[in-house]
């Protein structure tokens, strides 16, 4: 195996690539043709947009050096690692598809097998936004490093009609103090708005949610000195898996409320915290 690429080489490979493929998306949002199904799966489907934006991706990443595994939304694992580039290529691939102009291009590299060793990444939201990137001590929003923005009391929450999901949300919401909620539908760019200092608390209880969704976000979270559960940084980097429910504040005291919330609803039945 070669050597990985430095954490600021593989930022701006990550980058480069991420920037390619929103780009490409934007030229594609609305053209109906994109969002046909060419594949279903146990818990998804694939759209021909998703495949043609992962192709761009892959094929941008080895360009510019990155040799190691490639962990991808649709194609599973390409190659061997280490290093992993861990990639969603279309988060919020439904809201690109019913028109819905939230969604996001996700890509981080990892010199190991779990989140913890993840050393870069890029995250490219759809219309409005620069892209944004990350390394060890640093995140940039652009070409600027990003800095804290002025916090909106916003709950963004993910759980299906079930009784104790149900119950979670209601104790979450009385403890988080009747905040805003909202479901945007893709929690990369959620968890980035968190990052970015304007969301109060991002939490999914569906108990599905992919480690490939949230692998740049946790990065700048990370990176940014927000609170993260130990649970979450031994996710693993070096393949596709399911990680369950996520909780994420951008303070201590919020994270805990939460984490009392899930301790009263789910935490039996998901078996954490202890």
Request: charged fraction near 30%; proline fraction near 5%.
């Amino acid at each position: 195996m070669e050597a990985l690429l430095s954490p600021s080489d593989a930022r701006k490979a990550s980058l480069k690539a991420a920037e390619k493929a929103i780009k490409y998306l934007r030229s594609k949002f609305l053209e109906e043709e994109e969002t046909v199904i060419v594949d279903r799966h146990e818990r998804d489907v694939s759209r021909k947009i998703d495949l043609d934006v992962e192709d761009i991706i892959i094929k941008t990443l080895k360009e510019e050096g990155f040799k190691g595994s490639i962990v991808t939304e649709e194609r599973g694992v390409i190659g061997e690692g280490p290093p992993y580039a861990i990639i969603d290529p279309l988060d919020g691939s439904l809201n690109f598809s019913i028109g819905s102009p939230y969604f996001a291009v996700s890509i981080a590299i990892s010199e190991g097998n779990t989140f913890e060793d993840v050393i870069a990444g890029a995250l490219c939201p759809s219309f409005g936004h620069p892209c944004y990137s990350a390394e060890p001590g640093k995140v940039f929003a652009g070409a600027m490093e990003m800095k804290p923005l002025s916090p909106e009391n916003v709950f963004i929450y993910y759980g299906e009609p079930e009784d104790e999901q149900l119950e979670f949300f209601k104790r979450a919401y009385e403890k988080l103090g009747r905040v805003k909620v909202r479901t945007p539908g893709a929690i990369a760019l959620d968890l980035l708005n968190l990052a970015r200092g304007k969301v109060l608390a991002v939490a999914d209880v569906r108990n599905k949610l992919r480690n490939i969704d949230i692998a740049s976000a946790y990065l700048m979270i990370r990176e940014l000195g927000l609170p993260v559960l130990e649970r979450v940084h031994s996710f693993p980097a070096d393949r596709i898996d399911v990680i369950g429910d996520i909780l994420f504040a951008r303070d201590e005291e919020t994270l805990k409320k939460l984490l009392e919330a899930y301790s009263e609803t789910l935490a039996g039945k998901r078996g954490w915290p202890n």
